[in-house]
């Protein structure tokens, strides 16, 4: 067996250590003398300062400052940082960088270094992007290198992979927050006639390859779509599958927030391209004893298009509302409005394609008694029917004898709270029977299931899904 000299390991370690010990302090100090060189050569140069700041003088956004901002994050000297802000991403998992306010980062292009830094500008705090550019460097490179961030932002928003927004209007006020766009909707999970479903991808994709012909017409590169139907029978699941087809942000305007037609113009004017701007339930705004500010001239114009024309294009507009009989034809008019989508309750066939969706099965033997209720006029939302599948996912026959049950009470335009409550609550109820006041019956399920609004047109016979394109 080898015998160690204690003493030479107590030299050999000291030595490990010490030389350790120098690698580091070396590294800080070719790190901190680097720094310093630095300074000290920026002493023999003259440097110009540019600005970009976050809002114009009419407090408008300003369009560079999120190029800039895409382009900063995407570079990757922003991990070499002093320091770094960390914030969770897109999804749950995802740990991405944020430039923190007065973090310097660098950039290098033709040859020439070129330094950005965040500044938060008293007396509102508004942030604005600072670059750094040596004089010398000004007039050969700063035209080209503007155009290049240009470029890197675009091919960024342009990315198909790239995370979605949704952007809501403040309180109040004529700013928007946005968070990550997650709603898992797609035209797959939507229950709708096939034929409808796949017209509207195809109209969608036209629009998507028709600048060209959008510029030729003269016209601002735009589509809207108006979603009319009854509550629960998936308009904002629809906007948000639309969203997630075409990969655009969503601007959600609330109009009782906003404080006038000023204030929804300058909204509007801070929206960006690729983005669908939705205005649910504007019949309800549109009505004369609407408590909201914007007028309908303040909405007709927004619909006109001249607004959205003025700040950037490839634009998708969603309004949607329950009952369109009230609204006046002018404003839904051709030009305005360029798709008229109806949703209807549910027929046999979204039935067919919920029990798919919600209950993984695509046959079974209660399908042909749900079909002969279908045909004697019964109707559910496919909120409700949905609710009443998830409730009994467990056990499809369950499901479906649940939602026959419901089916039966609502045979003649009213539903039994009691009997959905109980099959919502897993009980096997047979036999329906529906007493008392039917409305009051009705208002019990719409606060059951989080439905406030009047379903109009429930009573109408049914009708499958409308596809009234006008132009
Ligand atoms: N056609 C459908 N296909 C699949 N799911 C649907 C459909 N309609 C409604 N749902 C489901 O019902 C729920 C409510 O739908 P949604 O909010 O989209 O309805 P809505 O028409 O916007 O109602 P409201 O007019 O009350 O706003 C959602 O969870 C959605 O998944
Ligand atoms: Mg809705």
Redesign the pocket.
Known sequence: MTRYNPMLLVILSLVVGFTIRWLLFKAGLIYTIRKRLRGVLDWFHTYQFLRVPEFNETMQQNQLYYKVSLYLHSLPSLEDADYTNLITGHHQNDIVLRLDTNQTIQDRFLGATLFWFNQKTEPNRTSSFVLKIKKADKHRILSHYLHHVSTVADEIQNQSNRHLRLFMNTAGGTRWRSVPFTHP?TFE????EKDLKNKIKMDLESFLKAKQYYRKLGRAWKRSFLLY?P????????IAAMANFLRYDVYDVDLSEIRGDWDLKSLLTETTPKSIVVV?DLDRFLEPESQSAVTSSGIQRFMDGILSACCGEERVMVF?M?NKEYVHPNLLRPGRVDVHIH?SVCDFS?FKS?AS?YLGVKEHKLFPQVEEIFRHGASL???EI?ELMIANRNSPSRAIKSVIGALQSDGDGRMCSDVIRRRLEGDDVDEVSCGGDGFSTVKDIRKFYG?F?LRNARRTTQQSNSFARHR
């Open positions: 909707a999970t939507m229950a709708m139907g509550s629960g029978t998936g308009k904002s699941s629809f649910e949607t329950n949703f979204a919920l969706n939302s496919p909120a949905g439905f609004k």
